[in-house]
């Protein structure tokens, strides 16, 4: 049996596909020797997916134009939607992987803060009892201390009310002596203006009497002044005579 011929627009055709599915095919293989996403890479994956899904549509819309220009346009553009699908498809997975590491981590730390939650309700629900009992025994020496004051502040008032009764006693004791004082006085008032009249009258006396003395004494020198002139005079003319 003679070998079937192929067509040449046959072969061409399955050669543009081959080429779409290994172009495909080393997009793959780089994706899976791409080191693991993590979540510090997570973002620049997602940015370079989405990259790579333009790169693949402006590589796309290169293709069909130049596929338009081909006599095989079929498997042309066959071939340039496998390459876009490969990309497209690893870009899409990328982004998938970036999502799942961050949303895998979110969920970490939201399970770690309720972690962290419940163990601090455990250990509040533990020291409750403890902190109950701190809190009554503080009422406790705060109802005291308010008792401590209170009393205190009760002997304090006792004290001043005492202090002023005695001094409200005090005044009026000083109060009745000076009524009784001002009484005697009202009482003894002519008997004092007798005695004060008589006092004035003795001072006069006195003061007339020592103004008697005062001439007398004057009067006395003088004529002891004359007399001492006389004999130093009537001496004097004797001690002439001689």
Do not use: W
Request: proline share 3%.
């Amino acid at each position: 049996m003679l070998p079937t011929v192929m067509n040449p627009r046959s072969h061409l055709l399955a050669l543009l596909l081959v080429v779409g599915q290994l172009e495909a095919a080393v997009v793959m293989a780089e994706a899976a020797s791409a080191p693991p996403i993590t979540l510090e890479t997570a973002p620049g994956t997602r940015a370079r997916a989405k990259q790579m899904r333009e790169a693949a549509q402006q590589r796309f819309e290169a293709d069909k134009a130049d596929c338009n220009t081909r006599m095989l346009a079929i498997g042309c553009m066959t071939a340039a939607q496998d390459r876009r699908r490969a990309v497209t498809g690893e870009a899409q997975a990328m982004e998938t992987e970036a999502a799942r590491v961050e949303r895998e981590d979110r969920q970490a730390k939201i399970a770690e803060k309720e972690a962290k939650r419940a163990a601090k309700a455990q250990e509040m629900e533990a020291g409750r009892p403890a902190a109950e009992a701190s809190h009554r025994e503080k009422e406790a020496r705060d109802a005291a201390e308010r008792e401590r004051r209170l009393a205190g502040d009760q002997s304090k008032l006792e004290t001043r009310r005492a202090e002023a009764a005695a001094e409200r006693a005090e005044a009026q004791r000083k109060l009745e002596e000076n009524r009784r004082e001002d009484a005697a006085r009202a009482a003894g008032g002519p008997e004092r203006a007798r005695k004060r009249a008589e006092r004035e009258r003795n001072y006069a006396e006195r003061a007339k009497k020592i103004e008697q003395r005062k001439r007398e004494y004057g009067e006395t020198l003088k004529r002891r002044d004359a007399e001492k002139a006389a004999a130093d005079a009537k001496a004097a003319a004797a001690a002439a005579k001689k």
